[in-house]
């Protein structure tokens, strides 16, 4: 069963960073697109950033390109994904869900073009 776990939301001050963790399990594919996507109130899902596993490939949104990094653990063993915001803003408040889909099928920003979801952490920045 594939699992993915988000972790590291909470309450920040403009300006300040967050490290959020995606630990995933139970996949049946080798190569793979981890997704972090967020949702705001009365907003719709919106893709933020994304990552191969086979070449490391990233793609981020405009709204975060410079602030956000996403990376994936170096150690296998660990299946962790994680996303290190700096800088944030108020507007970056949502809550963050990682994704997941087989790059065979899918890749990029797009929430359809995942099939695989975590529950959730909040993000909130304060002004």
């Known amino acids: 069963e594939v699992q993915l776990v988000e972790s590291g939301g909470g309450l920040v001050q403009a300006g300040g960073s967050l490290t959020l963790s995606c630990a995933y399990s139970g996949f049946t594919f080798d190569d793979y697109a981890i997704g972090w996507f967020r949702q705001a109130p009365g907003k719709e899902l919106e893709g933020v950033s994304c990552i191969s596993s086979s070449d490391g490939m990233t793609h981020y949104a405009d709204s975060v390109k410079g602030r956000f990094t996403i990376t994936i653990s170096s150690d296998s063993a660990k299946n962790t994904v994680y996303l290190q915001m700096n800088s944030l803003k108020p507007e970056d408040t949502a809550v963050y869900y990682c994704?997941?889909?087989?790059?065979?099928?899918?890749?990029?920003?797009?929430?359809?073009?995942?099939?695989?979801w975590g529950q959730g952490t909040q993000v909130t920045v304060s002004s």
């Open positions: 994704a997941a889909v087989d790059l065979r099928v899918g890749y990029g920003l797009e929430p359809e073009e995942y099939a695989y």
